[in-house]
């Protein structure tokens, strides 16, 4: 038999249409229980998820590949396609196969893209998905090279489409785009062809986002912006520092992934309420590797000292004792957006406070909140048109408890006394959404159903249709088993059933044995090894009856319900609004249950360049190591006095941990959070900047000392004087004398030139010698002391350099062999006293004898140890610590 070009089937013809139109994307195309993917999508996903490749026409050389997933578990299939970057589009039968005439009808309902999903089960609740766009304006900024001010820069937006939440900026250039690109971690990145090319604007870009896949799209014309935009409330931002054509590039940004996501989305309607703009400097500035290096959101990945690792571990993981999704969301973005004016800060620790101080009421609060769902995310779903009966029932009761957590609050606050600003839950809005609640309590069962198509969603009472037809199609039940009994009387067969199939509705079933009592008017329809079914017309009538009324029935309790669904989504804006408030009062009370369980406190936050902490803990490392087992340390920086610290010491003695923590605590002060000290004033820090550890990013494939020495460019070419920088171990990754004359001319740069707060920790003891030249240069150790030739670290941050530096010490701890740590002592003397290791007037060393005696007489340690002692600069902490040392040091 000859058989036509498979291409040239009417079923191949529909599939191709849709992919005419969609040739980047994969097509899910709906054929009864199984998704079905042809030609290209077939290999490409069935590589992805390894599925087996088959055709529908074996044997041909033109055979059309395939490879199919079972609807039910397509989900799963899916979100693996867009984690890999691959843009998924769903094609739905949209009629009863049995019920078509020809090919069924079939249309495009849902687009998936790495960006865009709204699919609950595949977002995490706690972190939003973000899809981005950037548009490039005219002008200089084009030019390699050109900095701030050269050109118009760049619009940014980014878009959560499962909340609506909409966000715009504008940066002056490459580098500012990619550090608030890597704050933001979209999913998905919407930029002009030209742009994203090797050679364009973005395509250095590509290699610095990790887990984010580049989309071309033509950015929205400002005419087409203004469009898109319209009706949305617009927030300016705090600091304005730039003009009307930089607004109009932000808000080109955010129209152009608001033009994106619609078209992802033609049954429902994305769920916006309002733009944000936001200007860079209103938060503080963090470095791309500050928030990898301070292990902000997640750990660093072992072995690789890059980003990757756990949110346990993370000053988030620490951080979040949030309840609710929409709660975890925001506080993710306070995190990477701590504020730098002092009176919003203020507000937010007034709010923190309040519950600190109230734990009967945060714990009802918090027990209140507990019962709320992601209200974000349902009015979400409810725009979109995508919500479930469940999930109104799920708003039903997160509504309920609203007006509970707004009285748990006021209760709260003494008698004439508001509760701080932020805690303050709207009063029209709690009635406009009491309205709602009203609405969706009277038409609700208690237990809605997962799916609208089966009925069971609306309550006895609420609709006259809904009551009869159910009536009928129960009352039809009660008269089916009437006419059971009654049956069984006529027939006197006393086994006799009524039941019910698909195939032929209502029957009798008599057993083979009493088949000779069967009444004259039965109509016998089938035959089975245990017995016959009859039909009677009774029955067929009453059938008739009970499913045309099921019919009705759930076509009106699905037509409530879409009515409901839009009830909803008319109150998105109310919604999100009241979303957002119970968002920042479950942050707060998280907070402040944090602060409370753990011992922070309030920090002083001023606009002076202070930095004070006492008794200053690492809210991380103090988990891990115990409680009570954490040595508090001070640290008090300043521009006009202390500018930069000076940490020498041993490895493994607390230094990376001690210059964190304060990088900790300084953010932690600016989100509005209290702080793990006893005391603490933190006067406002713009930007950090650090280059913590040896992270060598072998990830990258760059050298150690390459990044290090690119890191430390870029903090050099953006801290100002109110900067906080923290550097651990600059010029490590070189050689010993490149390493230390590197090292030497930063410190003194920052010292000379930005004058900002700046902790700088080295093993090269030499550099100590700066304080001498440089008035604003403080030498600081972490203490460790000898005991009988073993080390033991105090923990302790003290006053003075290091002398040494411990390493062989260490190095012995680590199980060198003795012989090489013999060797190294050897070694060592003969450098401290000017010799080269190999220098035949040095003394006679060789490698498996004893080490001869030094060739001067050791320093008097106790001496030399007064001599360091700068007793202006102690607190009694200190002072008690050095005693118990010099103690030690004198037995
Ligand atoms: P360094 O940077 O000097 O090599 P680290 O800061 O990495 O040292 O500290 C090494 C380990 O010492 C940490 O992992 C931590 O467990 C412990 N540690 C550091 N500081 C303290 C402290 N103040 N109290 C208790 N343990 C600490």
Known sequence: MVRKNPAE??????????????????????????????????LVAGRALDLTITSRDKGRDDAIPMAGVPHHAARGYLMRLTDLGHKVVVVE??????????????EVVQIITPGVVIDDDALEPKRARYLAAVVCGEGGSR???????????????????????LRATWVANVEELARELSRIAPRELLAAEADLAPDGELGELGRRLAGCVFTRAAPAARAEADELLSGLAVDAPVVQESGPAERELAERAAATCVAYARATQPAGVLPLARLQLYGIRDAVVLDETAIVNLELTETLLPGTGGPGGRRSGSLLGVLDQTVTAPGGRLLRRWLLYPLVDVAPIRRRQDAVEFFVERQGVRERVRRQLDEIHDLERLAGRASLGAASPRDLGQLRASLARLPHLAAEIRAGAAPGFEPPDLLRIGGELLDQLAELHGELAAALVDEPPPIATAGGIVRDGFCPVVDENRRLADGGRDAILAIEARERERSGIGSLKVKYNRVFGYYIEVTRSQLARVPADYVRKQTIATGERFVTPELAELEAKILAAQETLIGREAELFRGLVAQVARRTGALLAAAAQVATVDVCAALADLAHRSDYVRPAVDDSEVLEIAEGRHPVVERAVGAGEFVPNDCRADPAGRQVLLLTGPNMAGKSTYMRQVAHIAILAQIGSFVPARAARIGMVDRIFTRVGAADNLARGESTFMVEMRETAAILAGATRRSLVVLDEVGRGTSTFDGLSIAWAVAEYLHDVIGCRTLFATHYHELCALAESRPRVVNLQAAAREVGGRIAFLRLIIPGGASR????????LAGLPPAVLARSRDVLAALEN?????????????????????ASPAPEPLAERLRAIDPNTMTPLEALALLAELRELAR
């Open 9 to 42: 089937t009417p079923l191949m013809r529909q599939f191709l249409e849709v992919k005419a139109d969609y040739p980047d994307a994969i097509v899910f195309f709906r054929m009864g229980d199984f998704y079905e993917m042809f030609f290209d999508d077939a």
């Open 93 to 106: 039968q949209m009629e009863d196969p049995r019920q078509a005439r020809g090919l069924v009808k079939r």
């Open 143 to 165: 030019k390699p090279g050109a900095g701030a001010g050269s050109g118009l820069g760049f619009g940014l937006a980014h878009l959560d489409a499962s909340t609506g939440e």
């Open 805 to 812: 530096s411990y390493g062989i010490e260490v190095a012995r």
């Open 834 to 854: 000017g010799h080269h290791p190999g220098d035949g007037d040095g003394p006679q060393l060789s490698l498996f004898t004893a080490p001869p005696p030094a």
